[in-house]
């Protein structure tokens, strides 16, 4: 009697959630609301995201709870923009400009990773008795990688490594190729394809690859000449771009994925980096591509998955295939190049993961019906280790890496190497540094920090050049270029006049110039200055002074450093506390340090001065590391400074932001970089992520910016 009212009311809870759950909008939520809960819980168990977003799609999956069913066509909608935009960002992450500088043994070993794993795929599938389609699938599959220890590899500064950049540039020619034999693949499972069709087959993916590339970069080009400041637009367009390609794809009998990794490689060759790239990365990031992973464990049957991987024979040949197979590609390849140990070690670790073009690969085939759920199974089995060994020796081999260079110190626009008794000791040398002068409220302050970058360590004064610059057809507009030309010249009196007052040899110029930024950059050009250093203004006009025509355009056209002074209303304080946050162990941030080194330097000798470079720690990487980065840091420390005035702070990432602005309220000077750089033989600056943040310190900055090359 009790019980009689409760099955009934369960039965229909279970209804009403099936209801819920196979409404478009109700597995719409699920989805998102697993793509947000999972992967930070699956990272306390230190397991990789991919790893929770299959779980959790086999449990909300047909084969368990069957709140969800990959069929529908919500799901598969979702799932296609997830595939696609995973090839994506793999297109729009590759480092091109490196890719360029070592293409030819780029494509050496690229072509090395193919033959063989191609070969091995192919013969693993012999072996097993599938098709031949199916084989040649199989070898796209195992050729493919995806470089996950290239974070590790770039916090520690070794990124410019030729081994690498040679491993990274690879993966484009690899992804490339397994891709279009995806393509070739599919088109072959579709039919019998003679000899002429595939013949038409590869002359449509060439001239489609041909039409993308050079379609989007035309486009590319002029959006960003044109609307480089309007995000919205910039975003929409890649958009666009993402998805005419991927459509185009299909239409040309090609594969959406091979359209969309397409389309990144042309959108990568144009879009500068900055808030565009970071929004159109998120959204895929945080929606689609993690619904594609989810998917996929909708596919997954767990009682399959058991009997599969009980077939522990073609498993473990996947596995050798995959880790032996990479690596024997890197010993030849070293072997050629010449390598060390460290470095062939470095190759491997990096072209081993198989996560991206692999997993995408593998589930376009299954859902061709080309491979079945056993290949399924085996490569998920092979992403989880790879993925988790690869980072594994990628951590080890870039320590020995670092360990071959450890007699020597990355040296900076300002600095000389010079080695003593086998010791290298840098250097510091007098600097001639341009000031323009535009602002009387600030000159003083800019003036005076000037002064103290100027001196080197091992004598001499350097050269303190104030510059006044006057456009004549803006002053002619105003009524008054003889007036203009009088403020200015009385503006450079009061520099030589402060510049007497801080003993410190000064040159004031005077410049008329229709282009006021360039103006700027060709003065310091004809001085052979070292450094240009501007002031920002007010601290709430900081954003579009560092995004604006004036430093944008000193910074695109300048042959030396620009450095850009945020003194606000610190103008007058000592400087005697300064912060450092250091990314990696590369020249860049020595640069950081060498600024912060002459400003401690150049103060009296009875004030108390200190120096604190902090390092967010990789949450991924081991105590020892932690350790190592630690007595690296505190290298870089001269021999003239106690170490009780240079503090090294390493804290567990992310969230760099935030320990910047904790410490810096107990600091005077927080010195930052920016990166700018040459996409598509346009000069494009960096994203306005520092210029956010500096708008909320609470004591002065600097941004050094280095030269585009």
Known sequence: ?????????????????????????????????????????????????????LVAGVVVGPHALNWVDSGSETVRLLSDLGAVYLLFTMGLEIDLEEFNRVKRRSFIYGLLILLIGVGTGVSIGLLAGFASVSCLLLGALMATHTPLGYPIVRSYGAQKDES??????????????????????????????????????????????????????WLGRRLVLRGI????????????????????????????????????????????????????????GVLFIPIFFIDLGLLLDVGSLGASLSNYQFTGLMLVGAIGGKGLASWISGALFGYRRPQILMMWSLTMPKVAATLATAFIGFQAGLLNQTVLNAVLAVMVVTATLGPILTERSVTRLNEARQGTLPASFGEEVSALDGVSEVVQRPLRIVVPVANPSNEQGLITMASRLLRGSAGGDGLLLPLAMVNPSLEEVRGGLNRAVAAARSRLRVAESIGADLQVPTRTLLRLDEDVAGGMSRTALEQAADLLLIGAGRQDQLRAWLMGDIVDGVCRTAHCPVVVVNLGRHADAAMHRILVPIKDLSASAREQVELALRVINSAPENQRTRITLLHVHDPRFSGSDRQWMEEQLIRWRPAGIPADRFHIVIVRGPGIDGSIHRLSRDHDLVILRTQRRRVAGLPIPGSDRTSKLISQLPCASMVISDPLV
Request: charged share 10%; hydrophobic share 60%; no cysteine.
């Open 1 to 53: 009697m009790l019980g009689s009212p409760i099955g009934p009311t369960v039965m229909a809870m279970q209804a009403s959630i099936g209801q819920v759950m196979h409404h478009p909008l109700g597995v719409f939520s699920l989805l998102v609301a697993i793509s947000a809960a999972v992967p930070p819980l699956i990272r306390r168990i230190g397991l990789p995201d991919l790893v929770g977003l």
């Open 164 to 217: 690498v950049v040679v491993s990274v540039g690879s993966t484009i020619f690899t992804d490339i190729v397994a891709l279009l034999l995806l393509a070739v693949g599919l088109g072959l499972g579709q039919g019998d394809l003679s000899g002429v069709g595939l013949g038409l087959l590869l002359l449509r993916i060439g001239l489609f690859a041909v039409l993308v590339v050079v379609g989007i970069r």
């Open 229 to 284: 400041n309007d995000e919205n637009r910039m975003v929409l367009a890649v958009l666009v771009a993402l998805f005419l390609a991927s459509l185009g794809a299909e239409l040309a009998g090609v594969e959406k994925i091979v359209g969309a990794f397409l389309a990144g490689l042309a959108v990568n060759s144009v879009l500068p980096e900055g808030r565009v790239k970071e929004q159109v990365i998120f959204v895929g």
